[in-house]
């Protein structure tokens, strides 16, 4: 296929026609995707010969009513969702900006993250950015990621650095990594605590290793030190982290201030050596907020 000569200024991608090629191969065929789009299945089949046109690939094997992705075709499927996300978002800003209701930032963080560090995070913007609304919202990780890939969520915290194929991400911040044990503990007294002191005590994780990037990584802070950790997947989520420790019996993982915390039911004891873990910030690629690059900025993240 020839691909058409580019004219200086003009995309080379046609969103509604990518938006019909999703279309396409999300329904499985050309069948049930023009009845979606209220199209005959000629219309549809010609803007995504169209498309491939102004490409200047092949993206689908067509096989009767059989349709398969070609290399091309894939690359397009995974990267144009993307695009047409953030063009969803761009055309949002857009309207917001006529309109005099004060704009809306919207934060999602996942249970391993507290209130209190994306406050600490974000309280020198919301000082600054003094009309816009500012929500926080705490999610699991796969409606984190589907919230920042949509567009519904403006800015996503995860702790541990997770790789991203669709979505823009830098890490925010680091957070001293302390312990949380019930008043009643035998550690509970210390000031301060070794890795190697948890080597008999069982520790509570939010996920299990292999699916939370954050288990992992307490995982190996354990391996570091020579022991492998006793673990068990806390049964209460949505609840300050430090509460693991009462609601689980184990030790619990937690970025609190030393001290107590939870009216004096547990016992927050930093670790020795210290331990710094990431959080993680992702939102969508293609668009820019002034809102997201003042909280970064805050971070000294470049």
């Not at 009845?35 to 094997?61: C, F, T």
């Not at 953030?86 to 999602?108: K, L, M, W």
């Not at 990780?141 to 650095?161: E, I, Q």
Request: with cysteine; aromatic share 6%.
């Amino acid at each position: 296929m020839t691909a058409e000569t580019s004219v200086p200024g003009r995309p080379d991608l046609d969103l509604r026609r990518l938006a019909q090629f999703v279309a396409v191969v999300d329904a499985g065929g050309f069948t049930r995707a023009a009845a979606l789009w209220h199209l005959s299945q000629q219309a549809l089949s010609s803007a995504v010969r169209q498309l491939e046109k102004e490409i200047g690939a092949d993206l689908l094997v067509r096989a009767g009513r059989q349709i398969s992705l070609t290399p091309a075709g894939r690359t397009l499927l995974d990267e144009g969702r993307t695009l047409l996300a953030a063009a969803g978002t761009i055309a949002q800003h857009t309207r917001a900006a006529a309109q005099t209701r004060p704009d809306e930032f919207v934060v999602a963080h996942t249970p391993a993250i507290g209130n209190r560090d994306v406050y600490r995070l974000l309280e020198a913007t919301i000082a600054h950015f003094s009309t816009t609304s500012f929500t926080v919202r705490q999610v699991f990780p796969a409606d984190l990621v589907a919230g920042v890939h949509d567009g519904t969520v403006h800015l996503g915290l995860r702790r541990g650095v997770v790789p991203q194929d669709q979505l823009a991400a830098t890490v925010a911040r680091y957070d001293t990594v302390r312990i949380a044990v019930a008043a009643t503990h035998p550690l509970a007294r210390r000031r301060r605590v070794g890795v190697i002191d948890l080597a008999t005590h069982p520790i509570v994780l939010w996920a299990p290793p292999g699916a939370s990037h954050y288990s992992d990584f307490l995982i190996n802070v354990c391996r570091r030190a020579g022991f492998e950790p006793r673990y068990r997947v806390t049964r209460v989520q949505g609840c300050p982290p430090e509460a693991a420790a009462l609601t689980d019996d184990a030790v619990a993982f937690v970025t609190a201030a030393a001290g107590p915390a939870l009216d004096g039911a547990v016992r927050v004891i930093d670790l020795d050596p210290p331990t710094l873990v990431p959080m993680q910030a992702l939102w969508q690629p293609h668009t820019v907020s002034a809102v997201r690059e003042a909280i970064l900025h805050a971070e000294g993240v470049s």
